[in-house]
């Protein structure tokens, strides 16, 4: 397991529990803490016990957005670049700071994000990445960045669409209201709301293990074929399914659910 700073990392019943470990900053996400999340997810999906991830932010929030000191970081680092280099490394920047919230996305196991507190514009474009967000009651959301005369450019605009419709979403980027917990769900943004962090983290965790006792080849295929879907006709959805089930169906796994369910018993896989 790798060594963070700024990031706590535990693997326990084959759950990873990544939690933002600045509290004092209300987890504001620096340029150590943007790179050790891509790096953590990373390690999430290259390592075979590891079947669900659960994000989280230690302290009374789940992360109030950009540091502002990394602002000033990655605009220190270009200023002394001449016309067309400066442009082009800050676009480079911006890259790598999309990357590491895409490893999220990109990592074949599920991420539930389970969110207190503040949730606000960088913390609401990782939770973006999540494929289940949860949230207590008290959580507060805002896509920010208008604010700060920035246009998000970190993966709300492009994901939230999808998951609560493009009107909602141009409404939360134009305004950069804030908005609380229950509309949030019935917006859709979560799936469920807990009345405090401490139910919140009992219910996510019991969600992860549900999860963890599926087939875990099984569940990286259900996230492929969501991903992949998502981003392509109904048509050519239903090839790749095709395709990934003439591949995987006839695995150890499907053998030993079928046998599991008939002997009444609890399945038992490989990672």
């Known amino acids: ?18 939690e933002l470990n600045r509290p004092d900053k209300a987890n504001a996400l620096n340029g150590p803490l943007w790179r050790e999340i891509g790096a953590a997810f990373r390690w999430v999906d290259d390592t075979p016990e590891v079947r669900v991830a659960v994000l989280s932010g230690a302290g009374r ?50 991420v539930l994000a389970a969110v207190q507190g503040l949730c606000i514009g960088g913390g609401l474009d990782l939770i973006a990445a999540c494929d289940m967000r949860y949230a ?10 208008a604010d700060l005369a920035i246009i998000a450019d970190v993966g709300s605009l492009q994901r939230l669409p999808q998951v609560i419709g493009a009107g909602r979403v141009r409404e939360l980027a134009f305004t950069a209201r804030q908005f609380d917990a229950a509309e949030a769900q019935a917006m859709g943004l979560v799936n469920r709301v807990y009345a405090d962090a401490a139910q919140l983290r009992d219910a996510v965790r019991a969600i992860a293990l549900s999860i963890a006792a599926k087939s875990p080849l099984t569940v990286r295929g ?15 959805g239903l090839d790749y399914v095709a395709t990934w089930n003439a591949a995987m169906l006839l ?4 053998r030993e659910a079928i046998t599991a369910a008939m002997q009444k018993r609890q399945p038992r896989f490989q990672d």
């Open 1 to 18: 397991m790798l060594d963070f700073s700024c990031l706590t990392v535990n693997l326990s019943d084959q759950v990873a529990w990544i």
């Open 136 to 145: 207590s009651a008290e959580a507060a959301f805002s896509l920010k960045e």
């Open 251 to 254: 695995s150890d796994d499907t």
């Open 222 to 236: 259900i996230k492929q074929v969501l991903n992949y879907s998502r981003d392509h006709s109904v048509a050519d």
């Open 61 to 110: 929030h789940f992360c109030a957005g950009i540091d502002f000191e990394l602002m000033g970081e990655v605009l220190d680092a270009v200023e002394t670049r001449g016309p067309g280099r400066k442009e082009e490394q800050l676009r480079r920047a911006i890259l790598d700071l999309q990357a590491s919230f895409t490893a999220l996305e990109q990592c074949r196991k599920p």
